[in-house]
Nanobody, 114 residues
Framework: QVQLVESGGGLVQTGGSLSLSCAASGSIFSPNRMGWYRQAPGKQRELVATITSGLSTNYADSVKGRFAISRDNAKNTVSLQMNMLKPEDTAVYYC????????WGQGTQVTVSS
């Protein structure tokens, strides 16, 4: 079993920055892919960014140039630096790990006020 614990998030004004972190523990299969998804009220969960064990990254078009994902393989952590935040970035952000199975964190709220 794998546990994902998120931290960070909160309330920020438009144009501000926030950082999210996620720590994975348990039986972690490697190589794997870690990432962040988000779900806004009334919308489906969508990909924000992912990063593989080999540090290959993938971003949603809506966050390219504003968000940066990184990971520490030794510590099994993944982080998301979010800059130039917009009201449409408001959502619950979920940490994700894809190994032999898919695992999800409990989510952390990010609210961007206009």
């Amino acid at each position: 079993q794998v546990q994902l614990v998120e931290s960070g998030g909160g309330l920020v004004q438009t144009g501000g920055s926030l950082s999210l972190s996620c720590a994975a523990s348990g039986s972690i299969f490697s190589p794997n892919r870690m990432g962040w998804y988000r779900q806004a009220p009334g919308k489906q969960r969508e990909l924000v960014a992912t990063i593989t064990s080999g540090l290959s990254t993938n971003y949603a078009d809506s966050v390219k140039g504003r968000f940066a994902i990184s990971r520490d393989n030794a510590k099994n952590t993944v982080s998301l630096q979010m800059n130039m935040l917009k009201p449409e970035d408001t959502a619950v952000y979920y940490c994700n790990l894809l190994g032999l199975r898919v695992y999800w964190g409990q989510g952390t709220q990010v609210t961007v006020s206009s």
